[in-house]
């Protein structure tokens, strides 16, 4: 149920609703949770901010979006499950990786070392074990992609919090059950 209703471009403030329109320039449309983060412009600005800075990172997109999918999954964020397995197939994952990225899963060993951290980030509140630490190296993670990966945890587990408080209307085709495959 939606608890917080997205802005109307038409009836925003102006600081809004020029947010929204810088959003729908660029993206073709405004999803709802931006248009619903816009009631604050400095909330929607933080996460947009905040989201295209990790997008030049080390991480390339496909482990972003599995990073994405693993936390949304830990999390029970129907909107951001539902997103990011949209934007997980555009960053070239299949349906049943995304699916296997939600158990934390992938047939990669330094993707699979990637998602499991980022579930016990989740899990533990960031009080991972020196083991758990030393498999992502292991892997082959540099200190740099760590930091990575613990902000796009950061940065997912805001939307996922900000999605259950708000009770934001997914707009975007739902993730298929995990139950079903």
């Not at 999803?31 to 390339?60: C, D, E, R, W």
């Not at 934390?104 to 020196?130: C, F, N, T």
């Not at 992609?145 to 708000?166: D, K, M, W």
């Amino acid at each position: 149920m939606t608890r917080i209703q997205p802005i109307d471009h038409n009836t925003a403030d102006p600081a809004a609703a020029d947010l929204l329109h810088t959003v729908k320039k660029k993206m073709g449309s405004v999803p709802n949770l931006i248009a619903t983060m816009a009631h604050s412009p400095a909330v929607a600005k933080a996460y947009l901010g905040f989201s295209q800075t990790l997008s030049s990172g080390f991480l390339p997109p496909r482990v972003r979006e599995q990073i994405a999918l693993v936390v949304g999954e830990t999390n029970h964020c129907d909107y951001c499950l539902a997103a990011h397995t949209a934007l997980g197939k555009a960053a070239g994952l299949s349906e049943q990786e995304t699916r296997a990225a939600r158990r934390a899963h992938s047939p990669v060993e330094k993707e699979q070392a990637a998602l499991e951290l980022a579930r016990k980030i989740v899990q533990d509140r960031g009080m991972i074990a020196d083991t758990q630490l030393g498999r992502v190296r292991q892997a082959g993670y540099t200190d740099g992609e760590i930091a990575e990966i613990v902000a796009h945890v950061a940065l997912n587990i805001f939307t996922n919090y900000f999605n259950h408080v708000a009770g934001t209307a997914v707009d975007f085709p739902a993730a298929p059950s995990l139950a079903a495959a």
